[in-house]
């Protein structure tokens, strides 16, 4: 931070950069089983729905001739 260079009317403002609190805070409240295996749970939905994502969508995403067999022509083409 940027320094004021007329003097501050109180201390304690001047040096708040400095001030460093002597509390510590609360130790952090540690996950039960059924909340890893929660979130166990939650990881793996998650992974195997993008995976299945990713297996579904692979089909879709290859170019070739395997698929030109499939192509649709309108009744209009065939010229009957």
Same mark, same amino acid.
């Given at each position: 931070?940027?320094?004021?260079? $007329?003097? +501050? /009317? *109180?201390? *304690?403002?001047? $040096?708040? $950069?400095?001030?460093?609190?002597?509390?510590?805070? /609360? /130790?952090?409240?540690?996950?039960?089983?059924? #909340?890893?295996?929660?979130? @166990?749970?939650? &990881?793996?939905? @998650?992974?195997? &729905? !993008? +995976?299945?994502? !990713?297996? *579904? &969508?692979?089909?879709?995403? #290859?170019?070739?001739? #395997?698929?030109?067999?499939?192509? #649709?022509?309108? $009744?209009?083409?065939? &010229?009957?």
């Amino acid at each position: 931070m940027f320094r004021r260079r $007329e003097p +501050v /009317p *109180f201390a *304690f403002v001047a $040096e708040a $950069e400095r001030y460093r609190s002597n509390v510590t805070p /609360p /130790p952090r409240d540690r996950a039960s089983r059924s #909340q890893i295996a929660g979130r @166990v749970l939650v &990881g793996l939905t @998650v992974t195997t &729905g !993008l +995976v299945g994502a !990713l297996l *579904f &969508g692979m089909p879709s995403l #290859q170019t070739g001739t #395997q698929n030109s067999h499939h192509s #649709q022509q309108s $009744e209009a083409s065939d &010229g009957r």
